[in-house]
């Protein structure tokens, strides 16, 4: 072989590796700085150091939930209706699962008093361990799940939650995933105009995303996916779902505090697919004390009319203020 | 064994050591037949050495099993004996041996390749008259990797030896690594013996050099950031089309005419570079096949090691165009419509060598009845509205190819042909898609290809011939962008289901 072009090669070989290790090297930077869809686990992962730091002040209250949350639930409007005026953080976020909610729970059951979890009842029938994207994140933006964190969700859900425990290397080798859609995310924030993606996201208090009523049509065409993969029949919740909340609820009860579960309101037009059996059981089921005795369940499934709806699962304003007052009377009076 | 993997890094590492330590020819080639057994058997020998599986020589078939190295042997056995006493015999003795050759080759090929097929098919003629036949068995059958492949490369051989254009060869040990070479062996090129072999018959020498490189970055730019990137859509939307309106359909069908192109293409760049190291040149496999403006074009670009072994040694043999012109246009759909069939035993591989028997049919008559031949530099309207109707024809072939569910294919091209002009692409889920993202790759691709188009110099060519500060800056960028975009699941190269 050539010692000049084989040098030149292996020079250019060489070189490709480098490029690769830059590559793995700047990874956490890049994963800090590009928009992705889940920039607001980096804003409560952010806001859960400052608490447990003392920079922020510890809330009285915390609210958990998904992006009906985000919508649905002022955290200040929560507190006005409470005679102490409570400190109230909205923690909720995009695809919050109830695991993921958990996770928040377990970095900040030690600093509150009261947790709210505000959950449609169909994630209860569905919703597992968070997706691999968001453990990804959440281990990015600097979380390190605790050993009894780790051990409450695999015996709960069994195998899974090493994808929130993998070491450094694989946890930045995966991380990758938020390059694949840092264009579609930069050009959503540009297009979707029923979306805020700006300012409002970040905060603790409203931080609702949506702000524009679809169309006619559209909803038309998007209600049908929400329930698609579902037969009409009553609710049934998974175990693991019911469990998980109960520890939590049991957690809550050491410190002396409670956790107030709120099944959030479904769009009516919903029950049209999910059948009439749905909502009854709903009902029932809240009031079974399903998560323990000091867990108190909130229904608020058929609280809302279709018209206080921004689109097939999110309230508008009017709908937010609604829920938020119901809520606080909630954790006045406890009914 | 993948080239995408970390294991094929250790493997090459590994024989390029063994290379820098034995200088002479006679070791170099065993470890280069050793290696290229032990690429092909990889996975199975893996799961050996690790204790997850155990050898058993009667045992049910595996994906990835010991004994197809078995097979590759037996097939390299019978073409290389064949060839011998073809050379050694004259008339109908010479004939007999490769058609008994031929029998063995291609029975071989049948029977793992299309025997469960053709079992269901028959079984399902037979039970419209009532007469059930047991052919679940024959589902058991595994399709050894690459088959079609080797089977295609060995028999060129044989049949070459027959027709006098090249010798038999004496070396068991050239012409069992010409069987079995391991960059090419699972999916392509198809080699051509009369220049493997005398490569070959050369002493073994290392070579790499930026061109080299150059050549097997781009497959793997091809294959890793633009093929696997794209293939979410093609999967997403061909796995449930009813829900997509036609402007969806149409970006998948471009999405995977992109990505069999990049996925296949960047293979044959990565095997052509891998065979150079070893001091053999292969083919051209691929020419800008997206800038075809006929049939003829196309064939002439897209798969070139497949499309000239279907010439010569079908095409051809058939008659090819000496007979007249019905029988020219009877050969050419024979030849297309087995052309499909090679790539699987599906009705909808029948159906794509079929729709492009019949375009190229069509074109034929086309020219002979219009007399216009297209200028290979014509360029302006009439370029682009050839070019335009190809483009249309082959993205509509490509559906056929890829979406073997027949109801499923049926939608897909409804919806590709009849444009609903639905543009509300509201609550259809493609917000997961990483729609955008997958149109700046798109983008970037036909830019690339469209410069190559321009060019006549290939890119690795160009790159090759910069400095090496800028050559060491493109392969650093291109290591950054293999690492960020490296798919996060294995994904094998479309071909090597074939």
Known sequence: MDAKTWKSGVTMGGAVLVGSLFGFALMPAVFAKVPTDLERTRILLKSVRLIQSDKLVAPDVVILGNSVTMNGVDASLVSDQISSKPTIYNFSSTGQSVAESFLYFQELVAKTKDVVLVVPTRNLETDGLPPKDVANAFYMNGYRAKSSTLATLESVFGTGSEILSRNEVSQRFASRWVLSQVVDTVVRKKLRKDMETGESIQSLTYPAPYSKKIGVKEFAKLLPTYEAKRASGPFEPIDAQVEIITKMGEQLSEHGARLWVVFAPLNPRRFEILGPDYLSSTMTYSQLYPFGKNVKVLDLTAFLSADEFIDVVHPTRIGAEKISARIGNFLETGT | ?498
């Open chain 2, 1 to 498: 064994m993948l080239f995408t993997t970390a294991d094929f890094v250790l493997f090459m590492a590994a024989l390029l050591g063994l290379f820098l330590v034995f200088r002479s020819t006679g070791p170099r080639k065993a470890f280069l037949l050793i290696g290229s057994y032990a690429f092909y058997t990889w996975n199975a020998l893996k799961d050996l050495l690790t204790g997850q599986t155990k050898f058993a020589i009667f045992g049910e078939l595996q994906n990835y099993d010991l004994r197809f190295a078995l097979l590759l042997a037996l097939l390299t056995y019978v073409n290389f004996t064949a060839a011998q006493m073809i050379d050694a015999r004259e008339g109908a003795a010479k004939k007999r041996v490769l058609t008994v050759t031929c029998i063995i080759s291609i029975g071989l090929l049948a029977f793992f390749k299309y025997a469960a097929f053709i079992g269901q098919n028959v079984s399902g003629l037979t039970s419209t008259i009532g007469v059930e036949l047991a052919v679940d068995s024959l589902k058991k059958i595994v399709l050894p990797v690459g088959i079609s492949f080797f089977t295609f490369h060995m028999l060129s051989y044989t049949i070459d030896v027959y027709r006098g254009k090249i010798k038999a060869t004496s070396d068991w040990v050239d012409f069992a690594i010409f069987g079995s070479f391991f960059p090419q062996l699972v999916a392509g090129p198809i080699l051509r013996a009369s220049t493997f072999l005398p490569a070959l018959a050369k002493p073994v020498k290392l070579h790499f050099d930026k061109e080299i490189l150059f050549l097997c970055l781009r497959g793997l730019f091809k294959k890793m950031i633009i093929a696997d990137n794209v293939s979410r859509i093609v999967d997403t939307v061909y796995g449930n089309p009813s829900q997509y309106p036609s402007t969806i359909i149409w970006f998948a069908a471009i999405c995977y005419s992109v990505q069999i192109y990049c996925d296949f293409s960047g293979y044959s760049d990565i095997a052509i570079g891998l065979t150079r190291v070893f001091g053999i040149e292969l083919p051209l496999n691929f020419d800008r096949p997206y800038f075809a403006r006929n049939p003829s074009d196309f064939w002439a670009r897209w798969h070139i090691s497949l499309s000239t072994w279907l010439r010569d040694y079908l095409y051809i043999p058939l008659g090819g165009n000496r007979n007249g012109e019905f029988a020219t246009l009877r050969n050419l759909m024979i030849t297309m419509l087995l052309g499909g069939l090679w790539h699987g035993a599906s009705w909808n591989f029948v159906l794509w060598g079929f729709l492009h028997g019949a375009i190229l049919v069509v074109h034929r008559l086309y020219v002979k009845f219009s007399g216009r031949v297209a200028a290979p530099d014509q360029r302006g309207a009439g370029f682009w509205l050839s070019w335009g109707a190809m483009q249309y024809m082959i993205l509509l072939t490509w559906i056929t190819f890829r979406i073997g569910d027949t109801d499923k294919m049926l939608v897909v091209l409804r919806k590709f042909v009849v444009f609903d002009f639905n543009f509300g692409l509201a609550g259809m889920g493609i917000g997961n898609l990483a729609i955008f993202q997958t149109a700046l790759l798109l983008a970037g691709f036909f830019a690339m290809h469209f410069l190559g188009f321009l060019k006549r110099d290939r890119w690795e060519q160009i790159l090759a011939r910069q400095s090496d500060a800028i050559g060491a800056l493109v392969c650093v960028i291109a290591g950054l962008l293999l690492y960020w975009f490296w798919p996060l699941g294995e994904a094998p190269f479309i071909y090597f289901q074939f």
